[in-house]
C-alpha cells in the first residue's frame, strides 16, 4: 500500500490528550510536554504521522513544569480506568527542559492517587546517550524507545536527524536498563526490510539486547510520498529472523 501525503494528523492541543486505543498500550491517556501548535523532535522521520518537523528552536515555548504537573495530577484524580499514562505527544518528549523533574514528579502522584496505573513513555532514543535522562527512563513501568536502523545512511534517509549521531544513540541504549525495542518498518524509495538495511539493523539489536522487539507498518498518513506499507506477511518473517539471529522475543502490531 502505497501512502501519499493527504492529510497528516493534527497536534494534540493540550498536555492531556486521549485516553486513545493504542494497538501495544490499551486505553492509553496521553501526556504532551512539547508545545500544541508546532511538532518538536530531533527526528523528520518520513513515516511520521505528524507531518513534517520544521521550527526554528528560538521560538519554543514548553508547557511549564507546574502546569504540566497539575494537569496530570488532575488527570489521575478523573480518570482511574485507563490501561498506562504514557509521555508522547507532539514530537520527543524527553527533550522538555524539565522532563527529569516532571517524570519524579509524575510518579510520585501516581503512587498517592492510583498506584495501579503503570507509566509509559514512547521515546525516539535521541537522549539515550545522557546518563540522566536514562536513569529517568529507567522509572518507567514501560520504556519504549525507537531504532528503526541500524546504520548511519539509512538513519539519515528514513529517520533524517537534526545534529545526531546513530552510534551514540545506539550506546546509550545500551547502556539502558530493561526496555522495549520499536521500529517502524518501511518500504520504497527508502526501507528497512532487506538487505544491508535489515541485516545491519538486526545486528544492531544484538549488541542493544533489549527485553523486547515490536515491530510495525504505518498505517496512517504520513511526512513523505512514497512510503510504502509493510504487511503482516513480511513483519512475520522479519520477526523470525530477528527471534533467531538476535534471540529476542518479538512482537507484532
Not at 545534529?163 to 524509495?189: A, E, P, R, T
Amino acid at each position: 500500500m502505497l501512502f501519499n501525503i493527504v492529510q497528516t494528523l493534527n497536534l494534540q492541543k493540550d498536555v492531556i490528550y486521549g485516553p486513545v486505543n493504542s494497538r501495544r498500550l490499551g486505553k492509553s491517556l496521553g501526556i504532551n510536554l512539547l508545545p500544541v501548535n508546532v511538532k518538536v523532535c530531533t527526528f523528520d522521520c518520513i513515516y511520521c504521522h505528524y507531518g513534517r518537523t520544521n521550527f526554528e528552536r528560538s521560538s519554543i515555548t514548553f508547557p511549564s513544569k507546574d502546569i504540566v504537573i497539575q494537569k496530570i495530577e488532575n488527570a489521575l484524580n478523573k480518570w482511574k480506568n485507563i490501561d498506562y499514562l504514557t509521555f508522547s505527544g507532539n514530537g520527543e518528549p524527553t527533550l522538555h527542559p524539565n522532563f527529569i523533574e516532571i517524570v519524579n514528579e509524575t510518579i510520585k502522584l501516581r503512587n498517592e492517587i492510583s498506584p495501579d496505573i503503570p507509566i509509559a513513555i514512547l521515546s525516539n532514543s535521541s537522549m539515550a546517550d545522557n546518563a540522566k535522562i536514562r536513569e529517568a527512563l529507567e522509572k518507567f513501568d514501560a520504556c519504549i524507545m525507537k531504532l528503526d536502523v541500524g546504520d548511519e545512511s539509512t538513519f539519515k534517509k528514513i529517520n533524517r536527524p537534526c545534529n545526531i549521531c546513530l552510534d551514540k544513540i545506539i550506546n546509550g541504549l545500551k547502556n539502558l536498563k530493561s526496555f522495549i525495542l520499536q521500529c517502524v518498518m518501511v518500504d520504497g524509495k527508502y526501507q528497512n526490510v532487506r538487505g544491508e538495511a535489515l541485516k545491519n539493523w538486526i545486528d544492531a539489536i544484538s549488541v542493544i539486547k533489549p527485553k523486547k522487539v515490536q515491530i510495525y507498518s504505518t498505517d496512517r498518513p504520513v511526512a513523505m510520498e512514497g512510503v510504502v506499507k509493510v504487511e503482516k506477511v513480511r513483519l512475520k518473517k522479519i520477526a523470525e529472523e530477528i527471534e533467531e539471529q538476535a534471540g529476542v522475543a518479538v512482537g507484532i502490531y
